[in-house]
């Protein structure tokens, strides 16, 4: 009998699963014709008409059946011509077909295993030409509902598959210079194999690999192009822009300078678009977490993540506020489980580089949070300071930044946290006197002179505050003191300004800003609760639960004049200190919308 | 079952020179990393680990950087099933064309259909899939069923076992051990003698004293051992 030709056949199933059976023997002993039709079979992808594509289905199944036969050497272009194909370029019959012949694949012999699982891995992302063609998102849902399905059911047969699909999905994950689309839908599979039923088995190895690829594109921002500015305005400003919508109430001929404007000349750039985009993916992951009741976990993974790759990165930009967002969903558990492991790096730690890292970025989160209680912020602070006491107790050297820069970073981040929370804190009388206890005048009138070392900014915001609120027990500013920057300064933190380091700093993704926003706590809120005369408790505390930060009103203006200084050194990051502080002065403060409560 | 073993093996690991604090802890790390791997020096899968530490010292080695060597013993449990072993596993998957099964929690096991004896005919009886033997028909293999089979090959890297249904005797357990008695005294007792007699000399359990000490002699026990089976 001769062998049949594909085009013309008319077989039952049952026949044709014999000839290809026959066919694949045939193959090792020599006889290649059917076997070689067969592989032109799978290797048909475009235009196919109906016809075409039941003879697909049918063959595909037809090899389903025959598994047991197919040897990974004699049939290697029949292998490679099936794992080749992408289940984006065919309808759902095929699909179903090729996944079935996936799972018949890799459950009948160990060989084929990897090469199955790598070809499901690819089917993550579509082929290039997929996103030029925009298709509906229906063809999304179809392909990678049956990838997930196949892999739940390799796992089913063979149980240590997840140990090769960890390996597998973390390696073959793009590269930070692939597109943003790419990247984007990688990553929502991981999310989805971290979600799903092998969870437990391949999702901390899915975060972990989520949080690298963070801080690689948040690395590949540069610092400059965040405070690089070309314009007389000072950068300060733009947290005093606070509105509720993007750009309502904008005067139009001040629309450069505002946040808002920074955040769109920022983020055209290809990193800070794709990293914004993975950012919101993860929030909404963690959202589902914590719907689902599951953010404990996931929490505790991140935290190991953060300790080992955010931490130690060199000023990371937004990562960091994954931890932010993840906290806020779940201020009673992961809110205070940041903190304390913070805290507990800067205390215990080893690294000095890390400590101050760290206390930096507690300093900076006990500031912002706007969902933690007061209470535990004052109990965190009480712990850096009883270190620095005990750091500085027996000691009666002088001033020396290099030496002591983890004491230093530790009385900055005092201050730091103080200049947002000491209304707050002493609105509460228990607070209050904690705060007393905690003896902090001695410890920055002590001869190692951290007043004179810490950023002068945030030392002249402090003292003013302290003044304001009429503090008996917190230092005093001299009448001929005056905090420009000195020499020692400049030195604090080291060459890499790990001094002037506040990771929670207002976010410039513009996606990301939406979710961080409710639970942020903006500067111009601070400044508005000085601002308002005869501030009771109440409005002390209304002015941080207003959503948006409040502008300066129109009417403030004078009295607000005296306080500018301080007031914008606080809200961000400082430029580069080859400024001098105090420097140039707003000509004109910009007004906006009528504050909802004055 | 077939195909287990235990042994004791002498073995050092070497620990990196900050895990000094939690000893114990990176031990069992390390010991950890041996799980579910075919492993050449013992001969075997290794399922399960109990060490005893001989001594709180440890030598330390030099090298790129400084390791310290802890002594231990340790027995182990391994896995080590030889061709036509008779195993047994959870069916997990049924097709016309095969039977998957998983031995031990860990091993995905395949009977192909030329391996499966014509007793056995694949069914679908109430939506469910079932492989029912044409000559007794409540001898069934079924999903969440264990079945008995012997063992055609292993492939070590991946922990695959490709099994057989031909032997007379093997199939769904349930079935067997309710009426294997009958259905031997049913068949030929001369039939019954020979495969007996194969089996028997094929496997048996043994404990195995392993001494890791150098490679050399880790590969003359391996060869030893070779030669007894």
Known sequence: MGVPDMDELSFTDSQLHYYVKDALKSAIQGDCDFYNQLVAVMHRKERLSAADVALLVTCLKALTGAVSCIDISHHKSLLAAILRMSLWDYGTDV?????????????????????????????????????????GPSKKSEVLDRVHSTLIDIA????????????????????????????????????????????????????????????ELDVEIAWKDILEDDFQKDVFDFELEDLAGPADNFNQENKDYTREASMQRFCTGNHAEKLDSLMVLTFEHLQCCYETGRLVQVF??????????????????????????????????????????????????VHPEWRMSAVAYLASYLARAKFLPIPLIATMLERVVDWCSKYCKNRGSDINPKAHKVFYAGCQATMYVLCFRMKQMLALPRLKSQLKLMQIDDILGHPLKPLQVCLPSIVDEFLRQVKENRVCFLPERLADQDFLESEHSTVFGGIEKQGMFFPFDPILL??????????????????????????????????????????????????ADEFIPGFEKMSITPRDSSHRFGGRMPSKIRPSMSPESL | MAGLEECEANLIVYLHPSKENCARDAILS????????????????????????????????????????????????????????????????????????????????????????????????????VYVSRTHRKHKIKVGTIVRFSMKSFDEEILHISGSLLAPHIGGVRWLDKNLEEWSRADSTATKRNTGDRKLENYTLTTYETSVKSDEQIEKSKKKRRQHT
Not at chain 2, 48 to 67: M, Q
Not at chain 2, 104 to 116: H, M, N, Q, R, W
């Open chain 1, 156 to 215: 089913n047969v063979v149980p240590l598959s997840p140990m090769i699909l960890e390996k597998l999905v973390r390696d073959k994950m793009p590269h930070v210079y692939v597109k943003e689309q790419p990247i984007v839908m990688y990553v929502e599979s991981m999310l989805r194999l971290e979600s799903g039923a092998m969870g437990e088995l391949v999702g901390s190895m899915a975060l972990i690999v989520l949080m690298d690829k963070l801080i």
């Open chain 1, 95 to 135: 699909m179903d077909a090729l996944t079935d012949a996936l799972e018949s694949l890799a459950s009948s012999n160990g060989e084929h295993v990897n090469l199955c699982l790598e070809m499901l891995v690819s089917n993550f992302v579509p082929p290039s030409a997929y996103f030029e063609k925009h298709r």
């Open chain 2, 30 to 129: 390390e010991l950890s990393t041996l799980l579910f791997t075919y492993n050449e020096t013992v001969g075997g899968v290794v399922l399960a680990y109990d060490p005893s530490i001989l001594s709180n010292l440890a030598k330390i080695v030099p090298g790129t950087f400084p390791c310290f060597g802890v002594q231990l013993k340790a027995k182990l449990l391994l896995f080590n099933p030889k061709p036509d072993m008779v195993l047994e596993g959870e069916v997990v998957k049924l097709t016309p064309n095969s039977i998957h099964a998983v031995v031990l929690g860990f091993s995905s096991a395949v009977i192909a259909d030329d391996d499966i004896r014509d007793e056995f005919k694949y069914k679908i009886k109430g939506g469910e899939e």
């Open chain 1, 300 to 349: 505790e993974i991140l935290l190991q993540s953060f300790r080992i790759t955010v931490l130690t990165a060199y000023k990371s930009k937004f990562a960091q506020f994954v931890m932010f967002y993840a906290c806020s969903l779940d201020p009673e558990n992961c809110g205070k489980l940041f903190a304390d492991a913070l805290a507990d790096i800067f205390v215990n730690g």
């Open chain 1, 510 to 559: 513009a996606n990301c800003d939406r979710y961080i926003r409710p639970n942020y706590v903006y500067w111009s809120m601070v400044r508005s609760s000085y601002d308002e005369e005869g501030t009771s408790d109440e409005d002390v505390a209304d002015a941080y639960d207003r959503e948006d930060g409040m502008s300066i009103p129109d009417e403030e203006e004078s009295d």
